[in-house]
């Protein structure tokens, strides 16, 4: 299948040809001549054939090409693993991806240093009245065994005192740890929002990269957290193990000799050996299931996105089918990982419950040769208790170095994930730099108020052509239509001049104030979270405050979305996704002219942002532009629309393209025909049920321009 994840596009099958990867052509041919998969299904499709491109051999060429290593290992319903030799593993990459990381987190702005030096405090006050707390038992066998009645209740009273002391702090360390692992996420969340969200990069990963890293969405918002958790663990068991594994040891050497540090550290070295062997396949089982759980997911809220399409199609069957089978591959993988942990986990427990018993191996031996005969019957059994303390707490700081393995492998996985896509923004950055140096013409500001495109050629990410020495103007004051048939570049072109995909050849020449004078309008507007006022000056909301309650109810009844005032509660309400429930498709259209009404542009770029509208408003919201000297570029196929453009411009694909003047209608025509939709199917089915009509006092007026 051409796609891994359907887009907005696919409902429309505008500009298929325009997403992918030169890999991808021979696999988009054969969609283009075959009966089409269910949109869904080819999620699963791709899936299922998915292999990681984190895996590294001496064959693969690159993690970026995703290159097949040489061979590959079984395939399970469809899922293919690697060979052996392809695992990954804990090796100088992952120390890099980790260090890099940690950087991140010792940055001055980040208070995870101080919370864990904090935690290391209260770590080492606490373990000493753990200390106090576990020669408890010794002292209660040399009172009792002296039968001293006095000194029982005053070790009584003392150890209660003790152990709520030791509750306390552990208390306090959860606390610690759990702070810690909130300020571990928000400090990696926020740099990677500050490294992904960006111009132009942002797209690219999600649209032109999509099969390099899947699921970038899920490694920020559910793989940070699930290794800010991995680390809150391991520091709360290793945060002073060193010190604690020093202070043991010696305590056993003064008791035992030398005999017991070897015993438990020979025990510990074997127990680390089997762990490590260990650890590495589950490494590799986690991000296989990270990736399952991704898909999964996402498979979700696409159909919470299409749930009415999926309904009218009658698809609920399609739906659960791909469903139940794309959860067949999550829980096989997870399965994958329960199995891997079954033998560590087995290591841990038996590492736990052997300690125990070697404890008392240890103490027997200076028993047996006699080194406590000289002592009663009630200072032996304290020696022996503390003695035993002693060990079996050694050999549990060792247990929990072993035990941690599955902390440590879960977060190696994630740690691989984040790193990939580290790298992968990383190497989009330094593509983007390289195209700047390699084509410094690509996008020019002039001091006039026109578009131009000199020479240009370019090409969709798959390689194919769209535009050759391709030269046209878009002046002020010149409406243009792009027309064409599905595929033919219509809305390349824009990519283009919006600086998402770059040209190969020539130049495009922008006005200089580019950003206040083009403003581009998508078919499918975005609705930010927020309040009315932030929705109209979407994207700069620090402007919010400066509209006044008068200017949004006239931008409102300019875009004929003035009976919205009667929904919502205040025009400082903060609405989430209620935007999106409130608003019908043609609805949501319309707020994106509000916004362009507002900020009045000199240039409006639009790709079918009618095209969910009813005739009458499409044509008052062209109408309105013309009033506010707004010059529209308009992607549309309805021929209704020409008599508000002065040009057309015609796409053919393959490069092919001509131009044509428009001439102007009798007045007669200027009138808006409701029952000729112009063969738009779309705007016969707008409005979602609803009803919207113009009130008898809405005027065409203006609004000053509005500057940011």
């Known amino acids: ?182 300020e571990t996420r928000r400090t990696l969340t926020l740099y990677f929002h500050k490294i992904y969200i960006q111009p132009k990069l942002f797209y690219r990963i999600l649209f032109m990269h999509e099969e390099e890293v899947d699921n970038p969405d899920q490694r920020i918002t559910q793989d940070i957290d699930k290794m800010a958790e991995s680390i809150k663990k391991m520091v709360e068991d290793l945060i002073i193990i060193p010190l604690l594994i020093a202070f043991y040891t010696w ?30 396949p589950i490494v590799d089982a986690v991000f296989y299931k990270e990736s399952a759980e991704g898909y999964f997911r996402y498979l979700h809220v696409r159909f919470r996105q299409y749930a009415e399409s999926i309904t009218f199609s009658r698809g609920e069957g399609e739906a659960k089918e791909s469903a139940d089978q794309l959860l067949d591959v999550l829980l096989k993988t997870q399965l994958t990982v329960i199995h891997k942990e079954l033998p560590l986990t087995f290591l841990q427990q038996s590492v736990s419950y052997f300690g125990s018993i070697l404890s008392y191996v240890i103490i027997s031996i200076p028993i047996f040769m006699g080194v406590y005969d ?98 046209f103007g878009f002046d002020a004051g010149v409406n243009t239509m792009i027309v064409g048939r599905n595929g033919a570049g219509k809305t390349s072109l824009l990519r283009a001049m919006g600086g998402l995909w770059p040209v190969s050849k020539g130049q495009i020449i922008l006005p200089h104030q580019y950003r206040k004078d083009v403003i581009f309008l998508p078919q499918i507007p975005y609705l930010t979270y927020g309040t009315l006022r932030e929705q109209l000056v979407y994207p700069n909301k620090d402007t919010a405050a400066s509209v006044s309650n008068a200017d949004v109810i ?94 057309k411009l015609t796409l053919s694909g393959r490069g092919i393209w001509s131009w044509s003047e428009i001439q102007e209608r009798n007045d007669g025509d200027d009138e808006p025909n409701d029952e000729d939709d112009g063969g738009s199917i779309a705007s016969s089915a707008s409005g979602a049920g609803i009803v919207l009509r113009l009130p008898e006092d809405a005027e065409f007026d203006t609004l000053p321009r509005t500057d940011y």
């Not at 969609?31 to 869904?40: G, I, Y």
């Not at 030398?258 to 680390?272: K, R």
């Open 374 to 471: 000289g002592l009663p019957p009630s200072d032996i059994s304290a020696v022996i208790s503390k003695v035993s303390f002693v060990s079996m707490y050694l050999t549990y700081q060792f247990s929990k170095i072993i035990q941690s393995g599955t902390d440590f492998s879960d977060l190696a996985g994630y740690t691989s994930r984040l790193g990939q896509l580290m790298e992968a923004l990383d190497d989009l950055n330094t593509e983007m730099e390289n195209i700047a140096i390699d084509f410094p013409h690509e996008e020019t500001l002039s001091s006039d108020t026109s578009i131009r495109l000199e020479n240009v050629t370019f090409n969709t990410p798959a390689g194919d052509l769209v535009l050759s020495e391709f030269t």
């Open 251 to 280: 305590q056993c050497w003064q008791m035992t000799g030398y005999v017991g540090p070897l015993c438990i550290y020979g025990y510990f070295i074997l127990s680390a050996i089997i762990s490590r062997l260990l650890i590495n």
């Open 1 to 182: 299948m051409y796609r891994l994840i359907p887009t907005e596009e696919d409902a429309r099958d505008e500009d298929r040809t325009v997403s992918g990867s030169v890999d991808d052509q021979n696999g988009f041919a054969c969609d283009n001549l075959s009966t089409p998969k269910a949109p869904f299904q080819s999620i699963v499709d791709k899936f299922k054939s998915l292999k990681p491109s984190f895996l590294r051999s001496s064959s693969t060429t690159s993690w970026r090409t995703g290159a097949t290593a040489r061979g590959t290992g079984p395939t399970i319903d469809g899922f293919t693993l690697p060979k052996k030799e392809d695992e990954y593993i804990l090796d100088r990459l992952f120390a890099k991806r980790l260090w890099r990381i940690v950087k991140v987190l010792l940055t001055r702005e980040c208070k995870v240093p101080l919370l864990y030096i904090t935690m290391t405090l209260f770590c080492c006050v606490n373990e000493t009245i753990v200390y106090f707390v576990g020669t408890i038992p010794s002292k209660y066998y040399k009172v009792l065994g002296d039968k001293d009645s006095s000194a029982f209740f005053r070790l009584l009273i003392s150890s209660l005192i003790t152990v709520f002391l030791a509750g306390f702090g552990k208390s306090i360390i959860f606390l610690l740890g759990s702070l810690l692992s909130l």
């Open 554 to 647: 006239r931008v409102l009844k300019l875009a004929r979305l003035d009976h919205i005032v009667e929904v919502i509660e205040d025009f400082d309400f903060t609405y989430t996704l209620d935007w999106n429930k409130m608003l019908s498709p043609g609805e949501q259209q319309k707020m994106a002219f509000a916004r362009l009404f507002y900020a009045r542009p000199t240039f409006a770029v639009l790709d079918e942002a009618t095209s969910s509208m009813d005739n009458a408003s499409e044509n008052a919201m062209f109408k309105q532009c013309q009033l506010l000297n707004i010059t529209c570029i308009t992607v549309c196929h309805h021929t209704s629309l020409e008599r508000y453009h002065q040009q």
